[in-house]
């Protein structure tokens, strides 16, 4: 997906949303913790009967307990990102890695569309719902314009992030090679308390890219309802967890579409993970990440299962 232009110069692409995705279909809910289930109002949370991304991922049951804290940090390391009316609120200043500015207005609109899997206002009736809709966003660029980005700033922006108090870091972007300097911002962030999230890659290929195959980082499959991954997408047990590869997520222009990716499933996962860390104050990247991977469904070809978000938020000790 990305072409080797130097050692600390790598260029990568971000991951293709493939827009258009649509299923039919709600699946029974089942409440795991003794509270109903909150169904949020926003409009398009139901729309083209997508609603079974976050039922099924346990969402619903999780949201009943909590909707996320603004004291949660979720850094997006990606194109940058606009405040659209579902993120009005949620936005912290962040930082260009690229460029070395404060400018994170998002160069391509994949951030953006990251960013509100993660923490669009949930149950506001207005647009969509998100994972933490209640977690805080910190914007951090490191992509050129047309969307690739070389490792040296993807480090960065890694490091930045856990320096500058996020508690999760998602990175939906992908180099096919691993990298000592990005194996070291990942490994830093850890020290640091911060679980990095990544998108595994949409090659079609066993194994995950980097950052999502380095050691320490929760490496996310795109999975279809069933629990199988979606033909696009990077598969097998080298990877982490699945989740749900297709979903509404908003554009810098206020609207809002379908789109898939294993840049999809990666924020759900890395929203889901700011939910255990709105219940868990203390919880360090390790803490984080068991409570992810050992609630998942055992299901699916990944070595931990399909995400289940509410009993996650029960492993967080």
Known sequence: ???????????VLVLALVAGAVWS?????SPMMGRPAL???????????????FEKSGFEDAWSRTLGDSSVVVAVVDTGVDETPDLRGALLRGYDAY?????????????????????????????????CGRCSILPVRVTAPDGSAPVSAIA???VWAADHGARVINVSLVVTTGSPVLAAAVTYAHDRGALVVAA????????????????????VEASTRSGAAYDFSNYGREIAVAAPGCAVVAE?????????GTSVAAPLVAGAAALVASVTPNATADTLANAI?????????????????????????
Do not use: K
């Open 293 to 317: 991977e050992l609630s998942a469904d055992r299901r699916g070809d990944t070595r931990y299962g399909f995400l289940n978000v509410a009993r996650a938020l029960t492993f967080a000790h």
């Open 39 to 53: 169904v949020p109002n926003d409009p398009y949370y139901t729309a083209g009967g997508l609603r079974w991304i």
């Open 1 to 11: 997906m990305s072409a080797i232009v130097a050692a600390l110069w790598r260029r």
């Open 156 to 158: 960065a922006g890694i």
């Open 25 to 29: 279909g709600n699946p029974a809910a």
């Open 252 to 260: 810098r222009a206020g609207g809002h579409t379908s789109q898939c």
């Open 200 to 219: 595994a890659g949409n090659e079609s290929r066993r194994g995950p890219d980097y950052p999502a195959g380095i050691a320490g980082v929760v490496s």
């Open 99 to 131: 460029d070395g500015t404060g400018d994170t207005a998002d160069v391509t609109g994949h951030g953006t569309a990251v960013a509100s899997l993660i923490a669009a206002r949930t149950n506001d009736a207005r647009g969509m719902a998100g994972a």
